[in-house]
């Protein structure tokens, strides 16, 4: 599933970073790490992902702003975000994902789920130009 894909994730936080790049690796995809909104605007500017996976609370910018950035661009607004956040409080999940998110992972993430979670935002097939 995630062999040979881009997920670009934006996490400033380091264990979250260190257990998603860990559970990617496994998966054999290929990470790119972003701590910042700065950072995540500067790596989708070269080779977009496949994959975004988002805090939604990160330095310069909240998740939700950042997404509506991606959005605006064309080469990135096909590209699926999934929220990947401590935030899960009732009501939570529904106001991301009505913000326009795919998908939506709570942390404390769950090692024995959290591949399978990722796999409705990708495609079956990897298209080279276009995603």
Known sequence: ??????VLVVEDNEQNM???????EEANARII?????????????????DLVLMDMNIPGSDGTSLLYEIRRRPAWERIPVVALTALAMRGDRERILS????????KPINVQTFLSELSPFLPTERKENGR
């Open 99 to 106: 913000a326009g998110f795919q998908g939506y992972i709570s």
């Open 1 to 6: 599933m995630l062999r040979g894909r881009t």
């Open 33 to 49: 790490k972003a701590e910042d909104a700065r950072t995540a605007r500067e790596a989708m500017a070269g080779d977009p992902p």
């Open 18 to 24: 260190e257990l998603v790049e860990f559970l990617l």
